[in-house]
C-alpha cells in the first residue's frame, strides 16, 4: 500500500471500489490505487532481491497463473 499525498481531498471511484473490496475504512491515509514512484519501485526490488535471491518469486507468481482456471478471480 502507498500513502496518500497528504491532502483530504476526495478520493476517486476507482479508490472507494478498492477500499470497499478490501473493508478499508474511507478514511485511511493510505491508497491502495496509486502507482509506486520510481524510489518506491528501486525499494521493492531490493526487497524482493533479498527475499527471494534466486528469483523464486517469479517461479511462484508463474505458477499461480498456470494454476488460475480461465474465469479466475479478477478476470472477465
Given at each position: 500500500?502507498?500513502?496518500?499525498?497528504g491532502?483530504?481531498?476526495?478520493?476517486?471511484?476507482?479508490?472507494?471500489?478498492?477500499?470497499?473490496?478490501?473493508?478499508?475504512?474511507?478514511?485511511?491515509?493510505?491508497?491502495?490505487?496509486?502507482?509506486?514512484?520510481?524510489?518506491?519501485?528501486?525499494?521493492?526490488?531490493?526487497?524482493?532481491?533479498e527475499?527471494?535471491?534466486?528469483?523464486e518469486?517469479?517461479?511462484?507468481?508463474?505458477?499461480?497463473?498456470?494454476q488460475?482456471?480461465?474465469?479466475?478471480?479478477?478476470?472477465?
Amino acid at each position: 500500500m502507498m500513502a496518500g499525498t497528504g491532502g483530504r481531498g476526495e478520493i476517486s471511484r476507482k479508490e472507494r471500489i478498492a477500499r470497499a473490496a478490501l473493508s478499508m475504512p474511507v478514511g485511511h491515509p493510505e491508497l491502495l490505487t496509486r502507482r509506486p514512484g520510481r524510489a518506491e519501485w528501486k525499494q521493492l526490488t531490493a526487497w524482493l532481491a533479498e527475499l527471494w535471491p534466486n528469483d523464486e518469486y517469479t517461479s511462484i507468481v508463474a505458477e499461480e497463473r498456470r494454476q488460475d482456471p480461465p474465469n479466475g478471480p479478477g478476470r472477465r
